[in-house]
Nanobody
């Protein structure tokens, strides 16, 4: 019904930057909140950043001042600009979206992308 496709991950040196993108497609009526989560080996999945349909944002303390989340509602796409990357940012990053479908209406569904690997290493 809804697919989230992430791109932009890869290998970067400490201090470097990456930009992740996540495009949603399918039987979408509207998208409410979108966000990025990450999961490092042996750790639980954690929220990195979230953004509402109105543009309000929230960030994990560990990424405040370094990461910026944004979205293009016309393209059903959310972005994560990651600067000053650290080795501890290494993880699989997952896109997340809360969606109301064309049918049935008035029900919200949460969808996940397949994940994209981000590795910060020298």
């Amino acid at each position: 019904q809804v697919q989230l496709v992430e791109s932009g991950g890869g290998l970067v040196q400490p201090g470097g930057s990456l930009r992740l993108s996540c495009a949603a497609s399918g039987s979408i009526f509207t998208i409410f909140a979108m966000g990025w989560y990450r999961q490092a080996p042996g750790k639980q999945r954690e929220l990195v950043a979230g953004i509402t349909s109105g543009g309000s944002t929230n960030y994990a303390d560990s990424v405040k001042g370094r990461f910026t989340i944004s979205r293009d509602n016309a393209k059903n796409t959310v972005y994560l600009q990651m600067n000053s990357l650290k080795p501890e940012d290494t993880a699989v990053y997952y896109c997340n979206a809360v969606v109301e479908l064309v049918h049935p209406r008035d029900v919200r569904h949460r969808y996940w992308g397949q994940g994209t690997q981000v590795t910060v290493s020298s």
